[in-house]
């Protein structure tokens, strides 16, 4: 069976973006991966946009009217969706996981980049590698599993050299 590589599709539809942003950002999924202990087989996509796109997205697929600064969309939070198709496929084929989509807004990671006095390479480093804990099914809605997640993003982030200013 032939494995892939890590497929990491990024879209800025804000033209905001420049590469050493990019490469970061792959930088960040790669190493929140290997954190994570994932096989290199999997695909996630990053789009940039601005406040209005995103708060759209918010309140389309989450019911809330306002900007965020990031929004993740699981594929696997929906499996049974593609199990049948899984099913069918030949077992020679080695598909990559399909982790999902996140959404970033440039136009909040600014802000929040000032807001808390660090660069945006930071504030952007933070919002990827909480948007893929998401994707990997990690989540803040109880104290215990803010710990977990929060604890997470800071080992990953100060591996790329992205800590918070004491």
């Known amino acids: 069976m032939e494995v892939n590589a ?21 930088q960040v999924i790669i190493s929140a991966a290997k954190e994570l202990k994932l096989e290199d087989n999997f695909e996630v996509w990053i789009t940039i946009v ?6 759209e997205i918010n309140k389309e697929y989450r019911s809330i009217d306002r900007p965020t600064d990031v929004i993740s969309f699981a594929i696997e939070d929906n499996d049974d969706e593609f199990e049948i198709f899984f099913d069918e496929l030949d077992d020679d084929i080695a598909l990559p996981r399909l982790l999902g989509d996140i959404f970033i807004s440039m136009d909040k ?3 929040q980049a000032e807001e808390f006095d660090h660069s945006i390479e930071r504030e952007i480093g933070f919002l990827t590698v909480h ?3 998401h994707l990997n099914g990690y989540d803040h809605q109880t104290e215990e599993e ?15 050299g992205l800590e918070r200013k004491k």
């Open 109 to 111: 990671a600014e802000e």
């Open 131 to 133: 948007g893929f804990l």
């Open 50 to 55: 601005d406040n209005k796109r995103i708060h």
């Open 146 to 160: 803010e710990k977990e997640m929060f604890a997470l993003q800071d080992i990953i982030l100060e591996e790329n």
């Open 6 to 26: 890590v497929d990491i599709a990024i879209y800025d539809e804000t033209d905001r973006t420049n590469q050493k942003h990019m490469d970061l950002i792959e």
